[in-house]
């Protein structure tokens, strides 16, 4: 049986890193949200050279200074729409606020069904209140947008 989280269940997750406890009542019910995981179980989650470099130039560094709590690589995967569309970001991390970040790091060329999947899921998690950052490395260095 499938995993399914609430966005609160999330948050609690990335804030904690400990999985919440979910009811079977709650399993059955249709969110957007859920853990990366496969039929197998969890994945092996694998990072590119480009999410390597935005780990080293963005996110290590951010988090020394304190400004980002906690990051994960692939933590979630969310539903764009009921007939199978799934969007998996590269980075979820959350701030000193408590903000919640989403964030996906391209190279310099991007297809364009990622493009569309892209602002989809920018549209959605900003409807939850988080924040979508996208990161593409274009010319030897980093160029950022909040969408």
């Known amino acids: 049986m499938t995993e399914i989280w609430t966005a609160e269940q999330a948050r609690e997750y990335f804030r904690t890193g400990r999985e919440p406890r979910v009811s079977k009542k709650e399993i059955t019910r249709k969110t957007n949200l859920r853990p990366h995981r496969t039929v197998n179980g969890p994945r092996e989650k694998r990072m590119n050279g480009t999410e390597a470099r935005f780990v080293c130039d963005y996110l290590e560094p951010r988090k020394r200074d304190g400004l980002i709590r906690s990051y994960g690589f692939e933590a979630c995967k969310i539903r764009l729409a009921d007939c199978g569309c799934w969007y998996t970001p590269d980075f979820v991390a959350t701030d000193r606020e408590g903000a919640t970040w989403i964030i996906e ?43």
């Open 105 to 147: 790091v391209k190279g310099a060329y991007e297809r364009e069904d990622a493009r569309i999947k892209r602002l989809v899921a920018a549209r959605l998690v900003r409807a939850w209140g988080w924040k979508f950052l996208f990161a593409q490395w274009k010319k030897q260095q980093w160029e950022y947008t909040e969408l």
